[in-house]
C-alpha cells in the first residue's frame, strides 16, 4: 500500500520551456504533498507543501511564480516549472502523506524526475 | 536549524559486516524517521520512531532513539550488497511553527556493501 507515482521520470527540454510534473498517491488519499529539489549527493530540500484545495505554502527564497504548484484532488499534485534555465536542471521529489493525525505518518515518496534544461 | 545531521557521510562495509549509521538533531521532535534511497529513485520508508520510543526494530533493522542526547541510530545487521545506498534520517517536528507533517531531513549516509 501507499504508493506515489510521479510522472514523467526524466525529462530533456530547452531553455524557456514550462514543465510539469505529477505526483499522484494511488492507494491513499493524500492530504498533503511535499515537493523537495535534490542536488547530487545532497539533502533533500523542501520547496514547497501543498494542500489539497487550499494554496501551496512555500519556503524561503522559492520563487511561486517559478514553481506552480496545483492540488487540485486527494490524489493528484503538480508541479509546473515555468520557463525552465538551465539552472533549473535538478532532481525533483514528491511526497504524500494520508489523511488522518499525520504528525507521526510517514511520507510516501514518487520515484523523482530528472529534469535537464539545455 | 532543525535538520538532522548524519554520521558518517560514508561508510564502505564487507557483505555480513553490520552498519552502524547516526543522526543527530537540534530540536524537539514528534518523531524520527529513516528513508533509503537508491542512487536515482526515490525514498523509501523504513522506519519511525516516536519520542517516547527508545527502539524499534524492523527485520534487520533495528534504531534507537535518545531524547535527551538528541540523537538516533540505525544498525542494519548481517548486510547485503542490496543495502548499498544512501540512508537519511529525518525529524518530525513539534515546535510552534512547525508545517504538520513536515519532515527535517539530513545529509544522508552513503552506505557502500561490497559483496
Known amino acids: 500500500g501507499a504508493v506515489v507515482s510521479q510522472h514523467p521520470s526524466r525529462v530533456i527540454c530547452k531553455s524557456g520551456t514550462s514543465v510539469k510534473i505529477e505526483c499522484r498517491s494511488l492507494d491513499f488519499q493524500a492530504t498533503t504533498m511535499f515537493w523537495y529539489r535534490q542536488f547530487p549527493k545532497q539533502s533533500l530540500m523542501l520547496m514547497a507543501t501543498s494542500n489539497e484545495g487550499s494554496k501551496a505554502t512555500y519556503e524561503q527564497g522559492v520563487e511561486k511564480d517559478k514553481f506552480l504548484i496545483n492540488h487540485a484532488s486527494l490524489t493528484l499534485s503538480t508541479l509546473t516549472v515555468t520557463s525552465a534555465h538551465p539552472e533549473d536542471s535538478s532532481f525533483y521529489i514528491c511526497?504524500?502523506?494520508?489523511?488522518?493525525?499525520?504528525?507521526?505518518?510517514?511520507?510516501?515518496f514518487g520515484d523523482g524526475t530528472r529534469l535537464s534544461i539545455l | 536549524s532543525q535538520q538532522g545531521e548524519e554520521d558518517p557521510q560514508a561508510l564502505s562495509i564487507q557483505e555480513g559486516e553490520n552498519a552502524t549509521m547516526n543522526c543527530s538533531y537540534k530540536?524537539?521532535?514528534?518523531?524520527l524517521q529513516w528513508y533509503r534511497q537508491n542512487s536515482g529513485r526515490g525514498l523509501v520508508h523504513l522506519i519511525l520512531?516516536?519520542?517516547?520510543?527508545r527502539e524499534k526494530h524492523s527485520g534487520r533493522l533495528r534504531v534507537t532513539l535518545d531524547t535527551s542526547k538528541k540523537s538516533s541510530s540505525l544498525l542494519i545487521t548481517a548486510s547485503r550488497a542490496a543495502d548499498t545506498a544512501s540512508y537519511f534520517c529525518a525529524t518530525g517536528g513539534r515546535d510552534r511553527g512547525s508545517t504538520l507533517g513536515r519532515l527535517y531531513f539530513g545529509r544522508g549516509t552513503q552506505l557502500t556493501v561490497w559483496p
Open positions: 530540536t524537539s521532535i514528534n518523531n
Open positions: 520512531i516516536r519520542s517516547n520510543e
Open positions: 511526497s504524500a502523506v494520508g489523511q488522518g493525525a499525520y504528525s507521526n505518518q510517514p511520507q510516501h
